[in-house]
């Protein structure tokens, strides 16, 4: 009888042991993908602002198709916005940062490598915000802004960022193309969310992601038609308050 209770105190143990990695692991999932919030440092999701006006950001890249599809549908609309590039892609097509900072666009670090940045050594996540940061600044870029790919970080990364001097810029308002293949509708799912003071993020620097290149003309020609204006990043940090959490 004591063996049973000694060996059901023990299965109790397990499974208490259990639940509670379940519920570590599902709330470290939480944190890692949180738009404002980190546990170290602040991450910026939006603006607090009455005024219409909204940034409009881009992640990955540069490709040179990526990037003949995008300056002139900027340029045709008069709107300037932030692109958060990757260093392996700086390295494999040189000259197209140079493109987006002649245009009057605004740049930001996006790792060197795009890889998940969780559970890494601090070395790697050195070295990842570094050598993209020598990237950037070697094609003439001086930029504080950071964007985690996948959107992905718990402590290790944000220390980094926080040490190398820049801000961790996510976005309220994300392109869905798993969601939508017609550029009309991918367009207006965007618009129906923005608010004054909105982070918009769209992914239009790769081959399949030409709904986001076809929609990009949708979203600038009805924002403006709405009262937005469409700014980088740096720009509507000014207008508002940001808002972050620790």
């Known amino acids: 009888m004591i063996g049973k ?51 409009l950001t881009f992640d990955d890249g540069p490709t040179p198709e990526g990037v003949d599809a995008v300056l002139p549908v900027l340029e045709e609309f008069g709107v300037q916005a932030t692109f958060f590039l990757i260093g392996n892609r700086l390295e494999r097509f040189p000259g197209q940062a140079e493109r987006l900072l002649e245009a009057g666009h605004e740049l930001g670090n996006h790792t060197y490598s795009h890889e998940r940045n969780l559970f890494r050594s601090q070395d790697f996540y050195r070295s990842e915000v570094r050598e993209a940061d020598r990237l950037l600044r070697e094609a003439g870029a001086s930029t504080d802004l950071f964007r985690p790919p996948f959107g992905k970080r718990l402590i290790g990364l944000p220390l980094e960022v926080e040490d190398a001097g820049y ?36 992914h239009p620097m790769y081959r399949h992601n030409d709904t986001a290149r076809a929609a990009l003309p949708i979203v600038l020609r009805e924002l403006q038609a709405r009262g937005y204006e469409i700014v980088p990043v740096g720009e509507l940090l000014r207008a508002g308050e940001m808002v972050a959490e620790r």
């Open 5 to 55: 209770i000694v060996t059901l105190a023990k299965w109790k143990f397990v499974v208490g042991g259990i639940v509670l990695l379940l519920l570590a692991a599902g709330a470290t999932h939480k944190i890692s993908k949180a738009r404002c919030f980190q546990l170290v440092g602040e991450a910026i999701c939006r603006v607090e602002t009455d005024r219409k006006i909204v940034a």
């Open 167 to 202: 801000r961790t810029i996510m976005w309220d308002v994300e392109d869905r193309p798993e969601d939508f293949t017609d550029p009309a509708l991918f367009a207006q799912d965007i618009i129906d969310r923005v608010e004054p003071g909105s982070i918009i993020l769209m």
